[in-house]
């Protein structure tokens, strides 16, 4: 079956402008977490839906924001950019909320200018 | 609080070596444990994971890791390393009610060398 999609794979964007990346997990998969990835602060929370519903937010700025659908797909949304946002933003599915373990996608490698 | 230490940013060792990947977790509460493994440009794989029962888990590509409540601990290890387990290999942990949030450790980065 699919795994999970990231789109797009790459981004290249300019400080004060905002962006949305998009996840689809994998069919049946209701929850669906996001995670920032750099080289200094290593996987960081963003953010976990479960059926439409954010059920856990991390530590970061209210210019990270997100949603998910009623087909469980999911975005996030960045306003705003600044260079420190320069990152892998990776998403992950499960099938439920605990013990079940992630799937995560190829993620956004999101370059800020 | 929970969290989860990975003592070793670096591991390297040389082909058919046996090889430990250290990872301590704390919680005040339950936890299920996760290795996931990443590889260049991609997300992280899911190797491994400890729900309950016997405390010896393995993995298809022959990693097995050990659930040890005394010590805190969930090392991962592999008694023979190939070039292809070159890695970044990530513990993480996960409490078994209330919010369902993971923590991950920051990652051993595996170089095996031929």
């Known amino acids: 079956k699919a795994g999970v999609t990231q789109t797009p794979r790459y981004l290249i964007k300019t400080r004060g402008q905002q962006v949305t990346l998009s996840c689809s997990p994998i069919?049946?998969?209701?929850?669906v977490s996001w995670y920032q990835q750099t080289p200094g602060q290593g996987l960081q929370f963003l953010f976990e839906y479960f059926s439409e519903t954010q059920r856990n937010k991390g530590n970061f700025p209210g210019r990270f924001s997100g949603r998910q659908f009623s087909n469980s797909r999911s975005e996030m949304n960045v306003s705003t950019l600044e260079l420190g946002d320069s990152a892998l933003y990776l998403c992950?599915?499960?099938?439920?909320?605990?013990?079940?373990?992630?799937?995560f996608g190829s993620g956004t490698r999101l370059t800020v200018v | 609080a929970q969290s989860v230490t990975q003592l070793d940013s670096q591991v390297p060792v040389f082909e058919e070596a046996p090889v430990e990947l250290r990872c301590n977790y704390s919680s005040s509460v339950s936890v299920y444990l996760f290795w996931y493994v990443q590889y260049p440009n991609q997300g992280l794989q899911l190797l491994l994971k400890y729900l309950s029962g016997s405390t010896l888990v393995e993995s298809i590509n022959g990693f097995e890791a050990e659930f040890n409540k005394s010590q805190t601990s969930f090392h991962l290890r592999k008694p023979s390393v190939h070039i292809s387990d070159t890695a970044e290999y990530f513990c993480?942990?996960?409490?078994?009610?209330?919010?369902?949030?993971?923590?991950f450790g920051t990652g051993t980065r595996l170089k095996v060398l031929a």
């Open positions: 069919s049946g998969h209701r929850s």
């Open positions: 993480a942990s996960q409490i078994t009610s209330g919010t369902y949030k993971y923590i």
């Open positions: 992950a599915s499960s099938l439920t909320q605990q013990g079940y373990g992630y799937t």
